[in-house]
C-alpha cells in the first residue's frame, strides 16, 4: 500500500467513540502523516501518542516567529581545548530557547521541527549573526581571535547565494572570515555530495573554514575523505562510548587521526567526558577535544569569562587560537 494513499478504517475497527465522522477522518489524517513520516512502517493505526505529538508540534510552530523577534533563541557556546596542553584552541556555537519565564526548550524538542518546516533557515543565520557580533565584541576588547564553528542545517544546500550572504554578514560586525567555521554532518555531506563538494570550494574561496560533524556515524566516512575538501574532522561521540574495553575502537580512532593528519586536517573528538578517554585521545595525538570533561555550552558571557580567565593563566598575548596540527610519533 503506498503511503500517498489515506484511507479510512473499517467500521468495525473503530473505536466506539470515534463515531464522529470528522474526528475518524482527524486521526486518520495523523497517522496517515505519521506514515509518511517513517521508513519503518507502509500503514499505521491511530494512537492517542499522535494527536499530543501534533499539538507539541503546533505550539512550537505558533511560537517560533515570535520568539525569534523577541530574541529568545540564545548563544550558547562549548569551548574546545587543544589535547596537548590544555589551551582554549575554539568554541561550537549552539542554540538554546529560553522562554521569557526563563525556562529553555530543548534544542531537540525545536531543531527536527524547524528542520522539517524550513524555518531553520531564518535561524541559523539569526545564530551566524549572532557569532559574529560576538567575535567583534571580543576583538573590541582585545580578546584572543578564536575560530567559532557554527552549524549548518541540510536546507541551505538549496541557496546559490549562501556563501555570499553569509560573508555579508560577517563584513557588516568586521569579522575576519578566517575566524569562521561552518558546520555541515557526515550524513548531510554525503547524502548531498555534488552540492556540498561546490559549497566548500566557495567557502574556502571566501576564507572561512568547514567542518565535517558526526563523522563516523553514518556509512560513507571514507568516501568523504576523498572527494570533500575541509579542515576539521569532528569524531562522534559513537567512537568513546565503551572505549575503554574495545581494542577494535581504540585502533579505528587511531587510524582516522593518523590519516587525517596526512591529509592536513585537524582532528576533533566530541562528547569526550572521562580522564581514561583524555589520556588515550593524547597517547595518539589528537588534535583538539570537546565535551563535559572541560566544560559544557556555556551563555557567551560565561564563554568569554571562561576564555579571559584562560589566556591570564596561561599568559598568553592576543593570537589567533587553533593553529597546527599535533605531532605524530
Keep these: 500500500m503506498s503511503k500517498n494513499v489515506l484511507q479510512l478504517c473499517p467500521k468495525s475497527t473503530c473505536k466506539k467513540q470515534d463515531s464522529n465522522i470528522g474526528e475518524a477522518i482527524e486521526k486518520a489524517m495523523l497517522a496517515h502523516k505519521a506514515a509518511k513520516q517513517t521508513d519503518k512502517a507502509e500503514y499505521l493505526f491511530y ?3 499522535m494527536k499530543k505529538e501534533a499539538q507539541r508540534v503546533q505550539l512550537i510552530e505558533d511560537k517560533m516567529n515570535g520568539a525569534l523577534e523577541n530574541k529568545e533563541f540564545k548563544l550558547y557556546l562549548q569551548p574546545q581545548y587543544r589535547i596537548s596542553d590544555n589551551s582554549i584552541a575554539g568554541m561550537e556555537a549552539l542554540v538554546r530557547w ?3 519565564d526563563g525556562s529553555l526548550i530543548c534544542p531537540n524538542d525545536f531543531i527536527p521541527i524547524f528542520e522539517k518546516n524550513g524555518f531553520i533557515a531564518k535561524l541559523d543565520y539569526y ?4 557569532v559574529c557580533r560576538t567575535i567583534r565584541r571580543w576583538i573590541d576588547n582585545e580578546m584572543p581571535e578564536i575560530i567559532i564553528s557554527v552549524n549548518l542545517s541540510r536546507v541551505h544546500l538549496k ?4 556563501v555570499s550572504e553569509l560573508c555579508a554578514i560577517a ?3 568586521r569579522v575576519p572570515h578566517g575566524l569562521l567555521e561552518l558546520e555541515l554532518t557526515e550524513t548531510v555531506a554525503a547524502e548531498n555530495e555534488p552540492a556540498v563538494v561546490v559549497l566548500a570550494g566557495q567557502f574556502h574561496n571566501a576564507g572561512m573554514r568547514l567542518s565535517i560533524d558526526d563523522f563516523g556515524s553514518g556509512y560513507s566516512s571514507l568516501g568523504i575523505l576523498n572527494y570533500l575538501a575541509f579542515d576539521t574532522l569532528k569524531l562522534d561521540r559513537s567512537f568513546f562510548k ?3 574495553d574495545s581494542d577494535r575502537a581504540k585502533v579505528i580512532i587511531q587510524s582516522i587521526i593518523r590519516m587525517a593528519h596526512q591529509l592536513n586536517i585537524m582532528t576533533i573528538a566530541e562528547g569526550i567526558e572521562e580522564e581514561r578517554q583524555i589520556a588515550f585521545l593524547r597517547q595518539i595525538n589528537c588534535d583538539v577535544v570537546q565535551g563535559f570533561y572541560y566544560s559544557k555550552p556555556l551563555p557567551s558571557d560565561a564563554a568569554a569569562r571562561l576564555l579571559s580567565e584562560s589566556v591570564q593563566s596561561r599568559g598568553v ?4 587560537v587553533r593553529t597546527g596540527f599535533a605531532a605524530e610519533p
Design 47 to 49: 494512537d492517542d501518542a
Design 98 to 100: 529560553q522562554k521569557k
Design 127 to 130: 545564530m551566524f549573526e549572532q
Design 159 to 162: 541557496n546559490t547565494n549562501l
Design 171 to 173: 563584513d557588516r560586525y
Design 242 to 244: 565503551g572505549l575503554a
Design 317 to 320: 598575548q592576543r593570537e589567533k
